[in-house]
């Protein structure tokens, strides 16, 4: 047990830990508006590697860009909390104490990888003799944004998962392709590479149209799937929200060249970090930290949500099929949800009267408690 002083210091290594996939593709030095000792940030920076800031007074915040304000406020309190120049000397132990307990030295990356030479960074956690899941997690967000997935599903079972290609890792040497076959086929090539041949498969968001190709390709390969609060392209006469319509009209003109990535960086940062919720915002705004990885991203999702859903329906017929969503989801049309539950046979429907789309990441006990006994159930 760490003392009051370090235990501060602690909070602070963990929240910079929190904000370094963020932080990785920002310019440096990275602005964060603050009343702390920049000293103290800067030796808990150093020792865990991470780029520098550039500590202003909080009084500066309104003055700082999106990607720089989400930073900040992730920062904000910890840094302010972890005292003066005194504290340095509690550095090291704390900074130690915070890395052992991140969620890269619990679910380390292993490099995988895919057919086309495309390295992915997959991540393998439980015990491997248990009976397998993968979770396809939503399109171009960190890992840790399914952490508490992960962890729940991990107590009794291997979970496998993997980040998006050509986002993270070697992002500027990226030359693969990224349409879904290429997103559903590295689920194949995580799965082969940890000896795996029979999975039960969990899909969030778009990786709920990632998990249906694959398992329209893979069948055999497949023990169950649930899918999330999918983002499905089920024909004109399904209904969308708002948000797919919009989204998907920018992710198209984006993706294709008619809008320089630099135009829809300007419009799309600033709307996403009104519709986010705090917690959750300095990893949901990842692949929006940039145009070079907002036009990368808006190619991949864009080929998730422009995939007819339809076409991988018959294959999947004889799965075991567990489909959610919410009443409320403003995201996700709900009623994309409830078709592809209606035409896979037997598949069993799960409609939640509350729970907007985001909130499918925050973990609530219901769900991950009915995604683990579905799995149980298909075992």
């Not at 202003?56 to 840094?79: K, N, T, W």
């Not at 940062?269 to 692949?287: E, F, I, K, Q």
């Not at 080929?303 to 018959?314: H, S, V, W």
Request: charged letters at 20%; hydrophobic letters at 45%; aromatic letters at 6%.
């Amino acid at each position: 047990m760490l003392p009051p002083r370090a235990r501060a210091v602690w909070r602070l290594a963990t929240a910079v830990l929190d904000v370094t996939p963020l932080i990785n593709v920002l310019p440096s030095p990275v602005p964060i508006a603050a009343d702390c000792s920049a000293a103290l940030l800067d030796a808990v920076r150093r020792r865990l590697g991470a780029p520098p800031f550039d500590v202003r007074p909080s009084a500066a915040a309104a003055d700082l860009d999106p990607f720089a304000r989400v930073v900040s406020d992730r920062l904000r309190a910890a840094a302010d909390a972890a005292g003066g120049e005194d504290a340095l000397d509690d550095v090291d132990e704390a900074v130690a104490a915070a890395v052992a307990d991140s969620f890269d030295e619990r679910y380390p990356v292993t490099p995988v990888p895919a057919g086309d030479g495309t390295v992915l960074q997959a991540r393998a956690l439980g015990r491997p003799a248990a009976e397998a899941v993968v979770v396809v997690s939503a399109c171009g967000m960190p890992a840790k944004l399914c952490e508490p997935w992960l962890r729940r599903l991990a107590r009794d079972h291997y979970v496998l998962t993997h980040d998006t290609r050509g986002l993270f890792g070697d992002i500027d040497g990226f030359s693969g392709a990224t349409g879904v076959p290429a997103q559903a086929a590295d689920v194949l090539a995580v799965t082969e590479h940890f000896g795996v041949s029979r999975a039960h498969l969990v899909g969030l968001c778009g990786g709920a149209v990632v998990s249906l190709a694959f398992a329209a390709d893979h069948p055999r390969r497949v023990a169950s799937m649930s899918l999330w609060h999918g983002d499905y392209e089920l024909g004109p006469d399904c209904p969308r929200t708002e948000h797919q319509r919009n989204l998907r009209a920018l992710l198209d003109m984006t993706a294709d060249g008619r809008v320089s990535a630099e135009s829809m960086f300007a419009v799309m940062s600033g709307s996403m970090l009104r519709g986010t919720p705090p917690g959750l915002a300095h990893l949901v705004l990842y692949p929006y930290a940039t145009p070079r990885l907002l036009k990368r991203y808006c190619r991949l999702n864009g080929a998730i949500m422009g995939t007819d859903a339809r076409a991988c329906l018959p294959a999947v017929s004889g799965i075991r099929t567990l489909v959610v969503t919410s009443e409320d989801d403003a995201t996700a049309h709900p009623e994309g949800s409830r078709r592809v539950a209606a035409a896979i046979p037997g598949a069993r429907l799960h409609v939640a009267p509350t729970g907007d789309h985001l909130s499918l990441f925050e973990g609530r006990p219901e769900l991950l408690e009915l995604a683990a006994s579905f799995v149980r159930e298909a075992s």
